[in-house]
């Protein structure tokens, strides 16, 4: 399965750079966790909906349980970054994303491959992909 690519722009923050003035690397992460909030909320509009809904309300959570990482290139505080997200395998209960931070000359700053599974954040089990968010992530191919 490869979804359509769902993209933010994005300028790289002083608050997100190492004395060297480049990305510390555990930035991307979080630069990653934003974009895939912005995705579900793309994917789950209205209000009480989106991610917020999905944790807070229904108490579905989204943990990371295996990620990749290639580091190509340096970003640099000011450099204005495209963020991308694509779905490359929607299971049972899991989903593998593809993401990376690419330059403006279009050339991959970061690139990762995140597994993340749904659980209940009651019990803290696998559960199923929710319905409405498997056919809003069907409804992207």
């Known amino acids: 399965m490869s979804g359509t690519v769902f993209t933010r722009p994005h300028r790289i923050h002083f608050s997100e750079c190492d004395p060297a003035g480049i990305v510390f690397y ?20 209205g209000k009480g909906e989106g991610f917020a809904g999905l944790i ?3 108490r579905v959570g989204l943990p990371t349980v295996r990620l990749e990482v290639d580091f190509k290139a340096v970003s640099r505080m000011g450099d204005d970054v495209t963020l991308r997200l694509q779905v490359q395998r929607l299971g049972r209960s899991s ?3 593809g993401l990376a931070c690419l330059g403006a ?3 991959p700053r970061m690139q990762a491959l995140q597994t993340v599974v749904c659980t209940s954040l009651h019990t803290h089990q696998a559960i199923e992909v929710p319905a409405d968010l498997r ?3 069907g409804a992207v191919d």
Do not use: H, K
């Open 105 to 107: 000359d279009g050339q």
């Open 56 to 58: 807070g309300v229904r």
């Open 95 to 97: 989903i593998t994303l």
């Open 26 to 45: 555990p930035q991307y992460f979080v630069l990653f966790n934003d974009l895939m909030e912005a995705w579900v909320d793309s994917l789950l509009p």
């Open 135 to 137: 056919a809003a992530i």
